[in-house]
């Protein structure tokens, strides 16, 4: 069901009427299949199984509802190609690049047919546009057929040389581009899946010295995009965030030299730079940067999200506390943020917990915020199943902040209660990896309860963890300050003060 609702929503969301894409009704009625279309574009179905029970009375493998949702997705992918790519929402090179596409498929099938005087006078007109948008792969394969017939089919010296050299340009642009891109993927996925990545040397700064001699050569969007994603990415590995934000300018100039390049590669290097604004702790530098980003966004997009996101983080790690509350109260208000996802909006509900615990021990002034409902603990857990589950990523801040609620609204057995589980927790998943800071943290915490949450008797307790952290600050792990979402060292002042005796 998930391909067909994918299917339904690219269709739905391009506004093609149902009746253009399904065929007209049959016999004065509206046929079963684009029935099925509109109850999965209205919601009614979300399941195979209930799809099938309503037509069929039958179970998803009966054979009468398989044949009847393969043709609902022939259908839909047909329509694919009557999308009009004139309507707002499409930006020059997603024109191109779909216009590109479409008419690449009829020339094959038209050399397949034997109207290659057809064929190749529509792939000249296409080859015009492919390299103006640099769309390499088309521009090798156009090339190539344009070889193949002015030596075979209609015999020219002249063309077949032209043709065969911008073929070997083409070649290697593609190649290079295939390269990049394929580093940068293994640089994502190192970070992503592969467990032993914490524990060795990024290999950012090799893969981008790699090909930082070829960008004289080839200065391709899909090329310099990457290769400046991996030299932001190495920066930022060696902790040199202000290299590495002039390297996001760098990139953000050179695409900018390229006519065409769509807003979201902007976007891409715009965010780079405000993550090492957040890390430099850069408040009037950050806000800059969101500005310029809000400018290429449209409000609602998902970009647009993430921007506020980013700029969420950046005010809670800057002191501005109230600025952070009335980021997250547009964004959990606006109409499109049901549409994000729930992994997404569980992330906001992991914000929201934190700007409740800084309005329940002062640093949030109420008269900022609307009136907040009392922080239930258990209500909150259960609305983040997502992330309670992620044992080494965004559960940390949610088993933190559990912790302080806690200890801030002085339910001193309740802590006690949870010590056991919390060392079990720190001894089986953090380690001295990228989570190093969140572990020597976490132990500070557990020195509150055996220090019988007396203020003064903590300090000496406290003091070797907090020598750890600063030997290993925030800005030594790039992706530190996703999960920190208020610096440690800081959250540790306020824990302190909210056990009954501030320091000073």
């Known amino acids: 069901m998930e391909i067909i609702q ?43 199984e209930e799809a099938a029970q309503y037509y069929f009375s039958a179970a998803p493998s009966d054979h009468a509802y398989r044949k009847l949702k393969n043709q609902l997705k022939n259908r839909l992918v047909n329509a694919i190609f009557f999308i009009d790519v004139k309507q707002a ?78 073929h070997g340009q083409y070649v290697q642009l593609w190649q290079s581009e295939n390269l990049a891109e394929d580093l940068y993927i293994r640089l994502v996925y190192s970070h992503l899946f592969d467990q032993n990545a914490s524990t060795e040397a990024s290999p950012a700064r090799a893969y981008y010295e790699q090909l930082a001699p070829l960008q004289e050569q080839h200065r391709s969007y899909h090329f310099l995009r990457h290769v400046y994603l991996l030299k932001v990415a190495a920066l930022m590995g060696e902790v040199n965030y202000e290299e590495a934000a002039q390297a996001c300018d760098e990139a953000l100039a050179a695409l900018k030299a390229i006519e065409f390049v769509p807003k979201a590669a902007f976007l891409t290097f715009l965010y780079q730079k405000l993550v090492c604004f957040i890390q430099l702790k850069d408040y009037p530098a950050g806000r800059e940067v969101v500005e310029k980003a809000l400018d290429l966004e449209k409000e609602g997009a998902y970009n647009w999200f993430k921007n506020r996101e980013l700029c969420l983080i950046l005010a809670l790690h800057t002191h501005n ?17 049901t549409a994000l996802g729930k992994r997404a909006m569980e992330k906001w509900k992991i914000y929201e917990a934190w700007l409740e615990y800084l309005l329940f021990i002062g640093k949030l002034n109420s008269n900022a915020t609307e009136t907040s409902r009392k922080f239930r603990l258990n209500k909150f857990l259960n609305e983040v199943p ?70 003064q008797t903590v300090l000496p307790r406290a003091e070797r963890y907090l020598k750890l952290l600063e030997q290993y600050p925030l800005q030594m792990n790039p992706q530190g300050y996703e999960v920190e979402v208020i610096p440690f060292e800081e959250l540790w002042g306020m824990v302190w003060g909210s056990l009954g005796k501030r320091r000073g």
């Open 89 to 166: 929402g499409y930006s020059d090179w997603d024109r191109a690049y779909i216009s590109c596409c479409k008419e690449w498929a009829a020339v094959k099938i038209l050399l397949n047919r034997g109207a290659s005087k057809v064929a190749v006078d529509l792939a000249l007109k296409i080859f015009k546009r492919a390299q103006y948008y640099q769309f390499s792969e088309l521009l090798v394969n156009i090339s190539k057929i344009l070889r193949l017939y002015y030596s075979t089919r209609q015999p020219d010296a002249r063309k077949l040389k032209y043709y065969d050299e911008l």
């Open 386 to 455: 997502i992330f309670s589950k992620d044992k080494r990523g965004m559960n940390i801040p949610i088993l933190i902040i559990q912790i302080l609620f806690l200890i801030a609204q002085k339910r001193h057995d309740a802590v006690i209660s949870r010590m056991e589980a919390i060392e079990r927790y720190c001894s089986r998943y953090l380690k001295q990896d990228e989570n190093y800071r969140c572990n020597v943290f976490i132990r500070l915490l557990l020195q509150i309860p055996k220090a019988h949450f007396h203020p």
């Open 6 to 48: 994918d299917l339904v929503d690219l269709v739905s969301r391009n506004k093609l009427k149902s009746i253009e894409l399904l065929g007209q009704a049959e016999q004065g009625r509206v046929s079963m299949v684009n029935s099925l279309y509109v109850k999965i574009a209205s919601r009614e179905f979300s399941t195979d």
């Open 321 to 337: 506390y109230t600025e952070a509350y009335q980021v997250w109260q547009y964004a959990t208000n606006h109409p499109l943020f």
